[in-house]
């Protein structure tokens, strides 16, 4: 399994998001990180391709129901 994003990496990938998931293009809030926070805007670091590093090339911004239609999706919870 792919390791976990460093907060730098993922503070990158937030920044060139632009705070919208990168898949639909919903509007994030950068404080409601995690999937199981219910609250709107809620978004995950997601690794694009599991096997390969955890570097920010490899990172995107998604929503939670981009997220959760993902096939690793509740595989790893330390993304």
């Known amino acids: 399994m792919a390791?976990?994003?460093?907060?730098k990496i993922i503070e990158s990938a937030w920044k060139n998001?632009?705070?919208?998931?990168e898949?639909?293009?919903?509007?994030?809030?950068r404080?409601?990180?995690?999937?199981n926070s219910g609250k709107r805007g809620c978004w995950e670091a997601h690794h694009k391709n599991r096997s390969k590093e955890s570097?920010?090339?490899n990172c995107e911004i998604?929503?939670?129901s981009c997220h959760?239609?993902?096939r690793s999706f509740g595989k790893q919870k330390n993304q």
């Open 3 to 7: 390791e976990k994003f460093s907060e």
């Open 68 to 70: 959760k239609k993902t």
């Open 31 to 35: 404080k409601n990180r995690g999937r």
């Open 55 to 57: 570097i920010l090339s």
């Open 17 to 21: 998001a632009n705070g919208h998931c």
């Open 23 to 29: 898949r639909c293009g919903k509007l994030l809030v």
């Open 62 to 64: 998604v929503c939670v």
